[in-house]
T-cell receptor, first 113, second 113 residues
Framework: SQQGEEDPQALSIQEGENATMNCSYKTSINNLQWYRQNSGRGLVHLILIRSNEREKHSGRLRVTLDTSKKSSSLLITASRAADTASYFCATVGEETSGSRLTFGEGTQLTVNP | GAGVSQSPRYKVAKRGQDVALRCDPI?????LFWYQQALGQGPEFLTYFQNEAQLDKSGLPSDRFFAERPEGSVSTLKIQRTQQEDSAVYLCASSLAALLGYTFGSGTRLTVV
């Protein structure tokens, strides 16, 4: 079963704008990860944030984590047409064996040139 | 190899047929996971290996699904007597260590007709 929910389910923006995607989860976590998936391809790991971290940056990506609200956000700044993809958050639970990932439903981002 | 390799890329099976899906993880990666992704959904956990030991198979949907990793590297996911609801993309992921990001393969798209 899916861990939580992502919103929006779909997001369409113009090139150069910022895109914000949100993720909520249900159980206590060890870390939360964001992945990107282009149509018909595998998932690409973007960024990992640990439960004791609040914010993390990687290039044009900014991730925040609020464990009190069990939520995370992914911000992509200065978006490009090549950023068009599905974005998934995934959690590793505190008591999960083997660090398995539990994924959300994903946000489909479309960046229009 | 440089990444996680899965084969075949596409598989069409007649209902009732057995199929075998192969995953070649990154050399040296201890952890290996299988996920099932239905169209428009996030991936769902199937099973987890640490080296050759299958430590968690709680996500396998029925006893028709079987996975193995006999020498701790290549893994095979076998589905017996396939049914239409087995149609999905099957993703394999590997990781060097727990609590790090995972590298996913491009997946095998299984269509049962």
């Amino acid at each position: 079963s899916q861990q939580g929910e992502e919103d929006p389910q779909a997001l369409s923006i113009q090139e150069g704008e910022n895109a914000t995607m949100n993720c909520s989860y249900k159980t206590s976590i060890n870390n939360l990860q964001w992945y990107r998936q282009n149509s018909g391809r595998g998932l690409v790991h973007l960024i990992l944030i640990r439960s004791n971290e609040r914010e993390k940056h990687s290039g044009r990506l900014r991730v925040t984590l609020d464990t009190s609200k069990k939520s995370s956000s992914l911000l992509i700044t200065a978006s490009r047409a090549a950023d068009t993809a599905s974005y998934f958050c995934a959690t590793v639970g505190e008591e999960t064996s083997g660090s398995r990932l539990t994924f959300g439903e994903g946000t489909q981002l479309t960046v229009n040139p | 190899g440089a990444g996680v390799s899965q084969s075949p890329r596409y598989k069409v099976a007649k209902r009732g047929q057995d199929v075998a899906l192969r995953c070649d993880p990154i050399s040296g990666h201890v952890s290996l996971f299988w996920y099932q992704q239905a169209l428009g959904q996030g991936p769902e956990f199937l099973t987890y290996f640490q080296n050759e030991a299958q430590l968690d198979k709680s996500g396998l949907p029925s006893d028709r699904f079987f996975a193995e990793r006999p020498e701790g590297s290549v893994s095979t996911l076998k589905i017996q007597r396939t049914q239409q609801e087995d149609s999905a993309v099957y993703l394999c992921a590997s990781s060097l260590a727990a609590l790090l990001g995972y590298t996913f393969g491009s997946g095998t798209r299984l269509t049962v007709v």
